[in-house]
C-alpha cells in the first residue's frame, strides 16, 4: 500500500529504501522486481513541486493522501483494503468518506500524468541488482538519454567539480562512493542535483550515484545503484568517456562495454582505501548490505 501511493504521487525514491528496510525488520521478504510490478498496474495521478506548480498544501486542499488512496483503490486487487491501521479501522475504511476536491491536482484514473507510476526501478550491467528513479520528475526529453560518463569519487568532490564547469551538456555525472558502505552512511546528492539544475543543464545532463537523493530532487537522477562502488560493484568500473545508457520506460541502465572490457577492468581493480570513520560508522560500514535490500544491518 505503502509503495502503491508513492507511485501515484511520484513521491520520494527514499521511500524504496525505507520500506524495504521496514519490511526487513517485520521479517517479510520483499525485492525490487515487486515494486516495479506495482509501477506497471499503478499510475502516476499526482504531482508535487519541484515536479509540478503544486504544493503539499494544494494537495491537502484537494483530499490529501485519503483522496489519492481512494482513487487508486478503484484498480481491483492494486491496494489491500482490509489491513488495520493506527486508526483501528481498514484502510479503505478510513478514506471511504473522502473525495478529490481539485482534479487539478489529483487527476482522475482516466487522465493521468503517466500510466505507469512515478518510481521506476532500473537493471542493466551497470545496476544488476537494481537503482532506483523518480519517473515523475524526470522531463521527457530525458526519459531515455546516452552520454559520456563524467566521474566523482565523492559528492564534495562532484560537486567543485560541475561548479567548475567540468561538465557539459550531453554528459552523464557518476558519483560513486557514497553508498551505505562507501559514505559510510548514503548521503542525499541533493548539492550536485540542485548546481546541475541552476547551471541550465536539468535537461541535458544525468546523475547516477550509488547514493541517494533528497524527495525535492528532479531532473533525470538515478540513485541506489546496486551493487555499490564500496563493494566492486560496476559502479566503480567505468572510467571518465565510457557511454551510458538510460531508458527509463525499458526499465535500463547499461554501461557500453564488452565482456572482455568488464573482465579486465575488474581484474586491475583496487579498491580506494575506506574513509577514516571510526566508532560506530566504522561498524556500520563492515556490516551495512547495499541499498537493493533497505541498506540494512547484517
Aim: net charge neutral; proline share 5%.
Amino acid at each position: 500500500n505503502a509503495f502503491a501511493l508513492d507511485m501515484a504521487m511520484g513521491g520520494s525514491t527514499n521511500t524504496v529504501l525505507h520500506t524495504l528496510a521496514i519490511a526487513h525488520e517485520a521479517g517479510i521478504r520483499y525485492d525490487l522486481t515487486r515494486i516495479n510490478m506495482i509501477s506497471v498496474r499503478c499510475p502516476n495521478i499526482c504531482k508535487v513541486s519541484p515536479s509540478s506548480p503544486f504544493h503539499i498544501e494544494d494537495v491537502d486542499r484537494a483530499g490529501g493522501v485519503s483522496a489519492i488512496l481512494k482513487t487508486i483503490g478503484g484498480i481491483k486487487g492494486l491496494l489491500h483494503k482490509d489491513c488495520i491501521t493506527v486508526t483501528g479501522k481498514t484502510i479503505w475504511q478510513n478514506v471511504a468518506r473522502t473525495n478529490v476536491a481539485d482534479d487539478t491536482v489529483i487527476h482522475p484514473l482516466d487522465k493521468p500524468y503517466s500510466s505507469d507510476g512515478g518510481l521506476t526501478i532500473l537493471h542493466g550491467n551497470l545496476a544488476p541488482e537494481g537503482a532506483v528513479v523518480k519517473k515523475a520528475g524526470v522531463a521527457a526529453v530525458m526519459q531515455v538519454f546516452e552520454g559520456k560518463a563524467v566521474i566523482f569519487n565523492s559528492q564534495d568532490e562532484a560537486c567543485a567539480g560541475i561548479l567548475a564547469g567540468k561538465v557539459k551538456a550531453g554528459d552523464v555525472v557518476v558519483i560513486r562512493y557514497e553508498g551505505p558502505k562507501g559514505g559510510p552512511g548514503m548521503q542525499e546528492m541533493l548539492a550536485p542535483t540542485s548546481y546541475i539544475m541552476g547551471q541550465g543543464l536539468g535537461e541535458s545532463v544525468a546523475l547516477i550515484t550509488d547514493g541517494r537523493f533528497s524527495g525535492g530532487t528532479r531532473g533525470a537522477c538515478i540513485g541506489h545503484v546496486s551493487p555499490e562502488a564500496a563493494e566492486g560493484g560496476m559502479i566503480a568500473l567505468i572510467e571518465d568517456g565510457d557511454v551510458i545508457k538510460i531508458n527509463i520506460p525499458e526499465r535500463s541502465l547499461e554501461v557500453c562495454l564488452d565482456n572482455a572490457t568488464i573482465e579486465r577492468r575488474k581484474a586491475g581493480f583496487t579498491p580506494p582505501p575506506p574513509r577514516p570513520v571510526d566508532g560506530y560508522l566504522r561498524r556500520y560500514s563492515k556490516m551495512v548490505n547495499n541499498a537493493s535490500s533497505g541498506a540494512v544491518l547484517t
